[in-house]
């Protein structure tokens, strides 16, 4: 089942339990869904990487506004930005552990024969493509990082 298909019938799940909060985050990873198969002029169907891509962004969005509203003491948005993220969480693959990210990045190091901090780059590009929706681009920058300079 594709996850515009899944979304459409927790769509009408949200509608039929009265669900205003979760019936309002659903609608908008839908448009974000329409949005992206709209700008792919002819191919119907997004694959499940762009589908995860579009989630970890909208996630992201999410946590960062929550944040911001946090610090501008606005906790009734915050709390709905943070629902909001809870809610597109429950679509986005499983993430990985900071130890698990630690191993796979420790792999990707070995792989590309990495020595020291100049070779961040090289570590980057192959991490970020196999770690995708795994884990967040920062947390995997830090750690390599740290693993580089060690």
Do not use: C, H, W
Request: proline residues 1%.
């Amino acid at each position: 089942m594709s996850l515009k298909q899944q979304i459409d019938g927790d769509i009408k799940k949200a509608m039929l339990a009265k669900n205003k909060e979760e019936l309002e985050a659903l609608r908008s990873i839908k448009s974000m869904i329409l949005l992206a198969e709209t700008e792919k002029a002819g191919s119907d169907e997004l694959t499940s990487d762009t589908e995860n891509k579009l989630l970890m962004k909208a996630a992201k969005q999410r946590k960062e506004s929550a944040d911001i509203f946090v610090q501008q003491n606005r906790k009734d948005l915050a709390d709905r930005e943070m629902f909001q993220f809870e809610v597109i969480s429950r679509y986005l693959p499983k993430q990985l552990s900071e130890d698990q990210v630690k191993d796979a990045l420790k792999a990707i190091i070995a792989e590309v024969g990495a020595k020291g901090p100049q070779d961040m780059g090289k570590v980057m590009g192959v991490a970020t493509k196999k770690l995708a929706g795994q884990a967040e681009g920062k947390t995997i920058s830090e750690l390599v990082k740290r693993l580089l300079t060690s």
